[in-house]
């Protein structure tokens, strides 16, 4: 009988412990995701930043839609307090996704959708979805559907 208490016991405390830090955005919340230049970005390299995870696909009008206000917000705040980091899903090839990074124009770092990466962020049931992370790492909106500059500048504050 005891064995069993201290069974139970031991496992409510893992599930006590688990559900806390879900809570605090602990598990999960240091991803490391390698672009298609080959750069790892780490969630913990960009503590002291905004950090827009953006899910997108090439087929996908909204999210063709969004990309000119993401440009314009990586580039004018990158230097000061903002990452965008685009992630393709659902794309024919990667010479394919260049070419459409290409004629949008997409200065933020492109990474290539897959397991690993919706093992690490999550996955989304709609494109785009945005995942977005406060200067201290943690996961505060998830965000499914167009994204606007205004928007974003809602949750982060104008440049």
């Given at each position: 009988m005891q064995k069993i208490l201290s069974s139970l016991l031991l496992a409510f405390s893992v599930m006590v412990?688990?559900?806390s830090a879900l809570a605090d955005g602990?598990?999960?919340s240091n991803f490391v995701l390698k672009d298609t230049a080959g750069v790892k970005h780490r969630l913990a390299n960009y503590k002291g930043k905004w950090v827009l995870v953006n899910y997108w696909a090439t087929w996908c009008?909204?999210?063709l839609e969004?990309?000119?206000?993401?440009v314009?917000?990586?580039?004018?705040?990158?230097k000061k307090d903002?990452?965008?980091i685009g992630v393709v899903f659902e794309y024919e090839s990667?010479?394919?996704v260049r070419a459409?990074?290409?004629d949008m124009l997409v200065s933020y770092p492109i990474v290539l959708g897959d397991d690993s990466v919706t093992s690490q962020i999550g996955a989304a049931d709609v494109m785009p979805t945005t995942f977005i992370y406060n200067p201290q790492g943690e996961l505060v909106k998830i965000k499914r559907g167009l994204l606007t500059k205004a928007y974003i500048e809602k949750i982060i504050g104008p440049n």
């Open positions: 412990v688990s559900q602990v598990v999960g009008p909204p999210c969004e990309v000119p206000d993401l314009n917000l990586y580039d004018h705040r990158r903002l990452m965008v990667v010479q394919s459409y990074v290409d």
